[in-house]
C-alpha cells in the first residue's frame, strides 16, 4: 500500500464548477501536510498547508482529519487555470516528503 | 526569497555517457538537498538526501554508483546520471532546505531537469 494515496483522476468539470479531491495517508506519525500543484513538466509547487481546523485561501479550501487519516481539497469556482495536477503530500520526520500519486484535474469551458 | 535553480532544464544524451545535473540554492544556504525522480504520469519518488559536507543517503532501489552525488557546499548540489541508459530518461527534481525555512515550506524545488537517453 502507497504511504499516500490519491485517486488519479482525470476529473473534467466546466468552468465555475465545485469540485473536491481526497487523499488517504498510512504513516499516523506524518507531522503535516500539504498540498501541491503541479503543470505539465514543471516542478511541484506549494499551494496550501493543510490543517485539522481546516484552512481557506481564496477559492481552495483543505482540511486534515487525523482520526480518519484523510486530507480533502476543495476548489470553488474553478477556472480554465486550475487545470493542473494536485498532489497531496505529508511532511516526516527528517524533513522528508512523501507524494501522492497525484490527481489530475481539467477545468473545460 | 528561497529560490533554487536546477541546470540544464532538459538534456538529451547517448546512451552510455554521462551528465551532470546542478541544483543552486540561490538567496539561502541549504544543509540539505533532495533529488527526486518522476517518470510520466507517475508521483515524485525520492533518490537520495544530502547533507552539506557529508555522503548521499540513498533511497532503496536507487544505485548510488550509478547516480553520484555531490553536495560540497551549502549552495550546490550536483546529481551525475552515470553511464546512462534509455531507462534513466525522466523527469528529475532537486530540492533544498534550511531550518530556518522550514516552517514556511519544508523544501523549495528546482524547475526539474528531464533527460531523454538515446
Known amino acids: 500500500r502507497k504511504e499516500v494515496e490519491q485517486d488519479p483522476g482525470p476529473f473534467n468539470v466546466p468552468e465555475g464548477a465545485t469540485v473536491a479531491f481526497n487523499c488517504t495517508y498510512s504513516n499516523s506519525a506524518s507531522q503535516s501536510f500539504f498540498w501541491y500543484r503541479q503543470d505539465c513538466r514543471k516542478e511541484p509547487k506549494l499551494l496550501m498547508s493543510v490543517y485539522s481546523s481546516g484552512n481557506e485561501d481564496g477559492r481552495f479550501t483543505a482540511q486534515l482529519n487525523r482520526a480518519s487519516q484523510y486530507i480533502s481539497l476543495l476548489i470553488r469556482d474553478s477556472k480554465l487555470s486550475d487545470s493542473a495536477t494536485y498532489l497531496c503530500?505529508?511532511?516526516?520526520?527528517?524533513?522528508?516528503?512523501?507524494f501522492g500519486g497525484g490527481t489530475r484535474l481539467m477545468v473545460k469551458p | 526569497g528561497a529560490v533554487v535553480s536546477q541546470h540544464p532544464s532538459r538534456v538529451i544524451c547517448k546512451s552510455g555517457t554521462s551528465v551532470k545535473i546542478e541544483c543552486r540554492s540561490l538567496d539561502f544556504q541549504a544543509t540539505t538537498m533532495f533529488w527526486y525522480r518522476q517518470f510520466p504520469k507517475q508521483s515524485l519518488m525520492l533518490m537520495a538526501t544530502s547533507n552539506e559536507g557529508s555522503k548521499a543517503t540513498y533511497e532503496q532501489g536507487v544505485e548510488k554508483d550509478k547516480f553520484l552525488i555531490n553536495h560540497a557546499s551549502l549552495t550546490l548540489s550536483t546529481l551525475t546520471v552515470t553511464s546512462a541508459h534509455p531507462e534513466d530518461s525522466s523527469f528529475y527534481i532537486c530540492?533544498?532546505?534550511?531550518?530556518?525555512?522550514?516552517?514556511?515550506?519544508?523544501?523549495?524545488f528546482g524547475e526539474g531537469s528531464r533527460l531523454t537517453v538515446l
Open positions: 530540492s533544498a532546505s534550511s531550518p530556518s525555512l522550514i516552517s514556511n515550506q519544508p523544501q523549495h
Open positions: 503530500v505529508s511532511h516526516n520526520a527528517g524533513n522528508m516528503l512523501t
